[in-house]
């Protein structure tokens, strides 16, 4: 039988007040297309995971829908992290995103303040903590990572990652349809099982996809930024490209094979919604 393709979309836990004010509205008009589950990101800026919570409650009370907290493990305790399982545990929250989380600069992962420094060694401690419990999704880059040295040592990362009892992984995103097959390629020459869910971004500002692409190491093909620098003061024609663009790259995806996609909403919910009527998405049944 053919696994049943699923889609979920990335929010960040807001930064300024009437960003909190407007997040239920966000969540509402989100969660009228049903994703599988919405994530929420590690603080406001990464700086802790009070706001990935207070983030968490609201998605579960405006919408209704499942969400899975990203959980760093960088410059953390066992004690700490042990805690903050439980309490989302006795939340009734079923499923996490584990990372390893951001180094501070010049730092090599080996030097990684606090007790883990590989979010594989994340995923091993939740499953002693907590067996299968939690649904755990892990971090892929199809393009490596930024701090990735050499690509066999950055996929060696992900595999440990991978059997140390993750459920699936989803990618940072990207522009490159090859990248991606060619990553679930070396997978699947390495015996493993997990779905490899497709991270999309939709375009919607040049500064800021270039400013993000330059941190996370996502490729922006020259020929993509060619046209949205030539088409940066003129909003409209530049949201139309990179929907057509976007929209292109995830019927490709699909088309051959993703599992699913896992879009990087940037808290708006217009471009992602705007982009699932493009590729004509259906829309779950209500359970």
């Not at 993750?166 to 997990?194: M, P, S, W």
């Not at 692409?213 to 020929?223: K, L, Q, T, Y």
């Amino acid at each position: 039988m053919a696994q049943e393709i699923t889609f979920s979309f990335e929010l960040f836990p807001p930064r300024t007040p009437e960003g909190w004010q407007k997040l239920p509205a966000l969540v509402q008009k989100l969660a009228s297309v049903r994703p599988a589950f919405f994530s929420v990101t590690h603080g406001a800026g990464g700086s802790d995971q009070h706001g990935t919570y207070e983030a968490i409650m609201q998605v579960v009370e405006h919408s209704g829908i499942e969400a899975a907290p990203h959980l760093t493990c960088v410059g953390s305790t066992r004690a700490s992290i042990a805690a903050l399982l439980q309490r989302y545990r006795e939340a009734g929250v079923k499923r996490i995103v584990a990372l390893r989380g951001d180094l501070p600069p010049g730092l090599a992962p080996d030097e990684a303040p606090g007790e883990f420094r590989y979010a594989s060694e994340l995923v091993t401690f939740i499953r002693e903590q907590h067996g299968d419990h939690f649904r755990l999704e892990i971090a892929a880059y199809p393009e490596m990572h930024p701090q990735g040295v050499t690509p066999a040592q950055d996929f060696d990362n992900f595999r440990r990652k991978a059997e140390a009892g993750a459920h699936a992984a989803i990618t940072q995103y990207f522009f490159n349809a090859d990248a991606y097959f060619d990553f679930v390629n070396r997978c699947e020459q390495a015996g493993l099982k997990i779905p490899v869910i497709a991270g999309i971004m939709p375009i919607t500002n040049f500064a800021q996809l270039a400013r993000f692409s330059a941190a996370c190491g996502a490729e922006i093909p020259r020929w993509i930024r060619l046209r949205l620098e030539q088409l940066q003061d003129d909003k409209p024609a530049l949201l139309d490209f990179g929907l057509d663009v976007v929209t292109q790259l995830s019927r490709t995806l699909l088309d051959n094979g993703a599992p699913g996609l896992h879009f990087y909403t940037l808290n708006q919910s217009e471009p992602t919604l705007r982009l699932w009527k493009n590729l004509a998405l259906p829309v779950p049944a209500a359970a």
